[in-house]
């Protein structure tokens, strides 16, 4: 791997050896939140090729990084070390650390099916979102993750107090057989011995999800991820989000909080800014500070009323006041499925299959190539009728249209 200005190695390439398994590059995916470059990998084994996975290499940079290299390498040996307590269907995979010769790289689960992301893009561009019963199945299954990783202890049992810090709808992903995934704890914090403490007070995830305790720079624990999956289930039912400063007055915020909350909030904006946070974080920090139980009630309009008391225990801007833990919240999501009926995997795929379906051509206006997960060869669009389904393929046999779609900005009112 070239460690200069272009990080892209030939298709192909060997990165490096595991015993008699070479991983071959595959395709350049950016960098991540820890400043490791992201790429997909095939390993190549003496029986043939296995499936795809994704790789994290923190790669040994020009002189002038030397010193920022050994902290990403130590927060890349974390992550690793701990997802040996993570092993949940419903939790990536890691399977390994191994050193390259211009780094270290972590190999990981390469999760193939739809964000949330991109189910929500594809639900806007059809004009209608998912139902109820799929909200509640999608997040019933996250929150059953979440509640096995927030109660995870380390070897000698004592409480490792994982906090994942980066809820967000590009982190979950529906399998094509229906599963549901949690896709990264890049950023998550825990008591695991050795661990690397975090040295900036910002969110260490995606901003716009992250809890107010979290905007303001303060002490994260498990409720925060209940608040950033609850943002993330408003915005997949909804198309809403709670920090939407597009009603909001800054003047009128103002006169909303004392004068030690407003002097708490300018501190988190000015530290949020010279971290280098876009412009539009501090309007969310404003929303987060200001916004009230009506404002709640607003955001959920069009959901029913079992789905909206959900919200309501999941979005108080205090945790002491929110649902106190993943699995009181996956037994309240799973009471309300368990009235409106059997829903299960098969469900969740036949209702992906309808909304591709029902969007149709207008699908051929957006792309996301990697989100396609290798449901359709790479040229179905020339040869559509080609196309073949498998068991547990979002493909059915009458579409044709291409899976696959960034949000449209689009808000149709709720299902």
Request: proline share 7%; aromatic share 8%.
């Amino acid at each position: 791997m070239s460690n200069g200005d272009d990080p892209r190695p030939p298709e192909g390439a060997v990165l490096f050896y595991n015993g008699d398994t070479a991983y071959e590059f595959l395709q350049n995916l950016g960098l991540g939140r820890n400043g490791e470059r992201l790429m997909l990998a095939r390993p190549r084994t003496p029986s043939g090729y296995q499936s795809k996975v994704l790789l994290k290499c923190v790669v040994l940079p020009e002189a002038k990084f030397l010193e920022m290299y050994p902290r990403a390498r130590a927060r890349l040996e974390e992550e690793t070390r701990l997802a040996r307590f993570l092993h949940h269907p419903n939790i990536a995979r890691v399977h390994g650390l191994f050193e390259m010769k211009y780094g270290l790289c972590a190999v990981l689960e390469s999760v193939e099916g739809f964000s949330l992301d991109t189910l929500l893009a594809i639900a806007q561009t059809r004009g209608s979102y998912f139902s109820e019963a799929f909200v509640l199945y999608v997040f019933a299954e996250v929150a059953g993750a979440l509640a096995y990783a927030h109660s995870r202890t380390d070897d000698a049992g004592v409480p490792l107090g994982i906090v994942n810090r980066d809820i967000n709808p590009a982190r979950i992903r529906l399998r094509p057989n229906g599963g549901v995934a949690l896709t990264d704890f890049g950023v998550a914090f825990s008591r695991l011995a050795g661990r690397i403490a975090t040295s900036l007070p910002r969110p260490r995830g995606d901003v716009i999800y992250a809890a107010p305790e979290a905007m303001l720079g303060e002490a994260v624990d498990a409720r925060g991820d209940l608040f950033s999956l609850g943002l993330t289930m408003l915005e997949f039912a909804t198309g809403r989000h709670l920090y939407d400063p597009a009603d909001l007055k800054i003047s009128e915020a103002e006169s909303r909080l004392s004068p030690a909350e407003h002097e708490r909030v300018l501190r988190a904006s000015i530290t949020l800014m010279e971290t280098g946070q876009p412009l539009h974080v501090e309007d969310a920090i404003w929303c987060a500070m200001v916004y009230r139980a009506p404002d709640i009630g607003r955001a959920a309009f069009g959901v029913s009323k079992h789905l909206r008391a959900i919200f309501y225990t999941l979005l108080r801007r205090k945790p002491a006041d929110r649902i106190p833990s993943a699995a009181e919240l996956e037994t309240a999501i799973r009471a309300r499925l368990s009235q409106l009926g059997p829903y299960g995997a098969e469900d969740a795929v036949k209702e992906v299959q309808r909304a591709l379906l029902e969007a149709g051509e207008a699908l051929e206006e957006l792309s996301l190539v990697d989100d396609e997960g290798g449901f359709v060869p790479a040229d179905w669009r020339e040869h559509p009728d080609t196309v073949e389904t498998r068991p547990g393929s979002y493909i059915s046999d009458e579409l044709t249209t291409a899976p696959g779609a960034r949000r449209a900005g689009k808000t149709p009112p709720a299902a």
